[in-house]
């Protein structure tokens, strides 16, 4: 008797397992993974945009807060359009294929968190549109930014001002090199 109720909780712990890591990790049912990254990521590498990568989980709590109160806000993304940027968030577990800026290659969304080896989520990675169609890594930003931080970063990449001062001097002076 007490070997058959071992067996049915162990079957019960089982699939109460494999039900949450598969509702955890795929992002099924979540709004923010309908928008396929791909178009965007060709978008800014074809036109030169500055590109943000931001590699999210579907049950990450920060993420959440970063798509609330910064991303899906209209006048962040006005803002995103007037500082020639684009946003392209991918989902870590991901398998839709998507293209890598700095190298062109196509690979899974889960690949391409594995290459940039994204630990936490949110991490945002900065890219600066090249001559040649690619893009180049500028910034790594792990965890959650406040709104006016985005925007003080979308100004401050579009007034070319990152390749004179850093950040914390061109906030001092006023968001000005």
Not at 8 to 18: D, E
Not at 77 to 84: A, D, R, S
């Amino acid at each position: 008797m007490l070997k058959r109720v071992f067996q049915l909780l162990s079957l019960f712990l089982v699939a109460f397992l494999l039900f949450s890591c598969e509702k955890s990790g795929s992002g099924k049912g979540s709004d923010k993974f309908k928008v396929d990254p791909e178009p965007i990521i060709q978008d800014a590498m074809k036109n030169k945009k500055f590109l943000f990568i931001i590699f999210e989980s579907a049950d990450c709590k920060y993420c959440a807060k970063l798509n609330r109160e910064v991303l899906n806000k209209l006048d962040f993304k006005q803002k995103v359009i007037k500082n020639k940027g684009a946003v392209a968030i991918i989902n870590v577990y991901g398998q839709r294929e998507v293209t890598d800026p700095e190298t062109g290659k196509k690979m899974t969304e889960e690949a391409l968190a594995l290459a940039y080896r994204v630990q936490g989520y949110p991490t945002i990675v900065v890219f600066e549109p090249k001559e040649d169609g690619k893009m180049k890594i500028l910034y790594v930003i792990p965890g959650y930014i406040p709104k006016e931080d985005f925007e003080g970063l979308l100004e401050y990449l579009s007034s070319g001002c990152y390749r004179k001062v850093k950040y914390p001097e061109f906030i001092k002076k006023g968001k000005s090199c």
